[in-house]
């Protein structure tokens, strides 16, 4: 019988989660740059890596009983990232929205995105090639 960890231990899951992050982040930036010119709207930004600190630096407890309540770190999967207004001091004139800044972090994220995609495009390269008897 083939064991689920062999997914577990290759990261699928992080990287995958990243992917989820990176397009929310997308989506919260995107607004704010079509907002530009909207009177009164205030930038927002996606925390994640502050909720992501508490995550993975402590041990971890088993669970023998999917009953029993979770020890030590939680799962990076139940680490989950909010929108909240950004505290930007700056002024447009219309609203705080920097669309210097906001289009420096569309070009980030994007390529934070595409590094995951390719890391994992990789992962699972290495899983086919494994699978079909192949050195990596």
Known sequence: MISRDIFA?????????ALDVY???HRVVADNIAN??????RA????????LAGA????????TNPNHLHLGRRELDSVEGRSAYSASEHDNGTNNVDIDQE????ATNDLA?????????MKYQNLRSAIRGRAG
Do not use: I
Request: hydrophobic share 35%; net charge positive; charged share 35%.
């Open 23 to 25: 397009a929310a982040r």
């Open 103 to 106: 289009m420096t972090d569309l």
């Open 44 to 51: 927002r930004e996606l925390r994640f890596e502050e909720y």
């Open 56 to 63: 993975d630096l402590r041990l971890q407890g088993a669970r």
């Open 113 to 121: 995105y595409r590094l995951a995609t390719r890391l994992l495009s």
């Open 36 to 41: 530009v010119e909207t009177q009164g709207y």
């Open 9 to 17: 231990s290759s990261h699928l899951g992080d990287l995958k989660k």
